[in-house]
């Protein structure tokens, strides 16, 4: 399974910047023992990119199925809504 971690970044911020990694530890709470939040993998130098740009509607005001779809995916994982 893969798990999507989205950071929002000030755009001032993005800028000053050639790039970005992060460094975290994945922390879970295991299902038999709530009590306990164990490290379950620490991960070095993850590479960030920049979500892939969400596609306009054509000169006719339309988007394809392809790009309404595509633009949900993008309202998903950022947990926005038109």
């Not at 038999?32 to 979500?51: F, H, M, T």
């Not at 892939?52 to 949900?72: F, L, M, V």
């Amino acid at each position: 399974m893969k798990f999507v971690l989205v950071i929002d970044v000030a755009d001032d911020v993005a800028e000053a910047y050639d790039g970005f990694t992060v460094d975290y530890d994945l922390r879970g709470t295991p299902k038999e023992d709530q009590k306990v939040n164990e490290s379950i993998k620490y991960v070095e130098d993850a590479r960030l990119r920049p979500l892939p740009k969400r596609i306009p509607p054509n000169e006719y005001g339309n988007i394809t199925p392809y790009g309404s779809i595509w633009n949900a995916c993008l309202d998903a994982i950022v947990g926005e809504t038109e």
